[in-house]
Nanobody
Framework: QVQLVESGGGLVQPGGSLRLSCAAS????????MGWYRQAPGKQRELVAT???????NYLDSVKGRFTISRDSAKNTVFLQMNSLKPEDTAVYYC??????WGQGTQVTVSS
């Protein structure tokens, strides 16, 4: 079992920045993939970004150049730095471990 605890969501104005964090604990594999997904009201959950233990990253096209995923593997923590936020980025953001375990979600609201 793996537990994921997210933090860092909130309300921000368009053009602003937020940094999400997700700490994993439990049965952590030495080689793994962690990622961030989001779900806006009335929409399907979508993949935002993933990162492997060797640093390979993958991004949703609409966030490329604005969001950066990173990780501290020693602390089993993954981050999502979100810059130049837009209203359409408003969603609940979920951390995921190995395409299997989900965090509880953290709300990100971009509004003036």
């Amino acid at each position: 079992q793996v537990q994921l605890v997210e933090s860092g969501g909130g309300l921000v104005q368009p053009g602003g920045s937020l940094r999400l964090s997700c700490a994993a604990s439990g049965s952590i594999r030495s080689i793994n993939t962690m990622g961030w997904y989001r779900q806006a009201p009335g929409k399907q959950r979508e993949l935002v970004a993933t990162i492997t233990t060797d640093g390979t990253r993958n991004y949703l096209d609409s966030v490329k150049g604005r969001f950066t995923i990173s990780r501290d593997s020693a602390k089993n923590t993954v981050f999502l730095q979100m810059n130049s936020l837009k209203p359409e980025d408003t969603a609940v953001y979920y951390c995921r471990y190995q395409y299997t375990y989900w965090g509880q979600g953290t709300q990100v609201t971009v509004s003036s």
